[in-house]
């Protein structure tokens, strides 16, 4: 049966750039090359997933504790913005008001923020685009060959293709409702 990408997939994927043979587990303790394809696919999730899409993009509402008032921080925040403009960062393990200069809130914050999700939980467009771009990148890294390079580089434009059009189906974008287009239709 056939089944979306795991992760110890795109490990695999990863170790055939190199002509690596495939594993069957991974165990970064056992092998160097195992241990280096997670790293830079973890890595390569984090760069693509930082740009925000439909499945790690969030609004949330975060309450403070009702006996310290301090809000924790949520360790898989990736970015986030206040949606009322006050500006809140992380510190320790607690979000900070700037203006205030307190760890102490009274009321809730409400954040738009993008958030690391799960290798496994992305959709697998994402996860094919992740696996390829990390295969370019260990292979560059660590062979180095240019005939190779340019087979991964293909398969790279072919898998954001896949995401580029996964992220068209799930957007409801429409050209005449983005800004500036709009006034122009309504003059007569």
Request: hydrophobic letters at 35%; charged letters at 20%; proline letters at 4%.
């Amino acid at each position: 049966m056939i089944t979306a990408t795991s992760k110890l997939d795109a490990i695999n994927i990863i170790l055939s750039s190199i002509g690596s043979d495939p594993v069957n587990t991974i165990n970064e303790e056992i092998d160097v090359d195992v241990a280096n394809a997670c790293r830079m696919l973890d890595r390569a999730s984090r760069d693509i997933q930082r740009k925000g899409w439909d499945f790690n993009t969030y609004t949330l509402t975060l309450s403070p504790d009702q006996y310290t008032g301090k809000i924790p921080w949520i360790p898989t925040i990736i970015s986030y913005r206040s949606t009322n403009g006050t500006p809140y960062v992380k510190r320790g393990e607690n979000f900070y008001d700037i203006e205030k200069q307190t760890f102490h809130f009274k009321q809730p914050i409400h954040l738009n923020a993008i958030m690391m999700v799960d290798f496994e939980d992305l959709p697998d467009a994402f996860k094919n685009y992740i696996a390829a771009r990390a295969a370019m990148n260990f292979q560059t890294r660590y062979m180095g060959d240019a005939a190779n390079s340019q087979d991964l580089a293909l398969s790279v434009q072919e898998a954001y293709q896949d995401i580029v059009t996964y992220d068209m189906n799930m957007g409801d974008y429409n050209m005449l409702t983005y800004s500036g287009v709009t006034p122009a239709l309504e003059r007569s």
